[in-house]
């Protein structure tokens, strides 16, 4: 076969991602590069369901043999719903991104998101269990990366615009063996930044099309071995990553955690483990 040509068979094993729109989803290059790259008999589609149509389009994936999908926006509280089995991902971040269905017909539900964070940093020769992490936000994506971080054993302070918001983040999570997440006012994060190993920007500050505020935080404090990350990739450098930057300080942008959420996912459907490689970054670059 020559490269590049798709070949559907009567064998190959499907998954997509439901979302509403979804054409600009990359997770389809993302899947059907690494089904090509490990020659593996599959295919990814985009899945464009409307809201209110989710449940029967999933039960019909699932009865069509589907190996599973990922779910986006607005969709994700009922990937929470319709699951059978929830995974402790999904329990601990509060939120589903993955859905896998299972040989018996049921379906289990994940949150990829924190462990592909995590993932990210590993990547990059972080040591995560150093600790402690400075995480700005209390959204979805900040409970979930909080949750993968205490997983592995960090101790994690929460700060964010509305107080009420972290507190209820930190109380999400206490409990199940962890040590207690603690919230620091907004108004004081960078006072805080001495005495922490990690900065984790969750928040939509900084973000293309985000909230106009002028993000560039005054870093001064930061210890000098500090690792600064931001889960937002568009830009690719946002303005808190310059500022770190030009701090000297080490940075980790938010495109690693895409591509290992969804290699996460992938390993789940076609049971192989795919590299995030330079191949695939550029791929993923080239099409930011
Ligand atoms: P997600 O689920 O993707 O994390 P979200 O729940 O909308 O999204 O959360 C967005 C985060 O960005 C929140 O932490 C939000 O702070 P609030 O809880 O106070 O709303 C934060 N955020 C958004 N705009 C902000 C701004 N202009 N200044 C500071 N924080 C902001």
Not at 260 to 270: E, I
Request: net charge negative.
């Amino acid at each position: 076969v020559a490269p590049g040509r798709l070949t559907i068979r009567g064998t190959t094993a499907l998954a997509g991602v439901i979302g509403w729109p979804v054409a600009h989803s990359r997770s389809p290059l993302l899947h059907n590069f690494w089904l090509a790259r490990y020659g593996i008999d599959g295919a990814y589609v985009p899945l464009p369901v409307a809201p209110g149509a989710f449940d029967v389009a999933v039960h019909g994936l699932r009865a069509a043999g589907f190996r599973g999908a990922n779910v986006t926006i607005p969709h994700k509280e009922a990937a929470f719903a319709i699951a059978d089995r929830l995974h402790r991902s999904a329990v601990r971040s509060g939120s589903v991104n993955t859905l896998v269905f299972a040989q018996d017909g049921t379906i289990e539900a994940h949150s990829t998101d924190g462990d592909g964070f995590v993932a990210s940093l590993e990547a990059k020769g972080v040591d995560v269990a150093r600790g402690p992490v400075l995480l700005l936000g209390a959204g979805g994506a900040a409970r979930a990366v909080a949750a993968s971080l205490l997983d592995r054993g960090m101790a994690v302070s929460v700060a964010n615009r509305t107080t009420a918001r972290a507190v209820a983040l930190a109380e999400a999570l206490s409990g199940d063996g962890s040590v207690p997440v603690s919230v620091i006012d907004w108004a004081d994060w960078t006072d805080r930044l001495p005495g922490h190993a990690l900065l984790v920007n969750t928040t939509s500050l900084g973000m293309h099309g985000g909230p106009g505020d002028v993000f560039t935080p005054d870093l001064s404090r930061a210890p000098d071995d500090m690792v600064v990350s931001d889960i937002v990739y568009v830009p690719r450098m946002t303005p808190l990553l310059t500022a770190a930057v030009a701090r000297g300080l080490r940075v980790v942008d938010g495109t690693g955690m895409l591509l290992h959420q969804a290699r996460l996912g992938f390993k789940c459907w076609f049971g192989v483990d795919p590299e995030v490689d330079a191949d695939i970054q550029a791929l993923f670059d080239a099409d930011l």
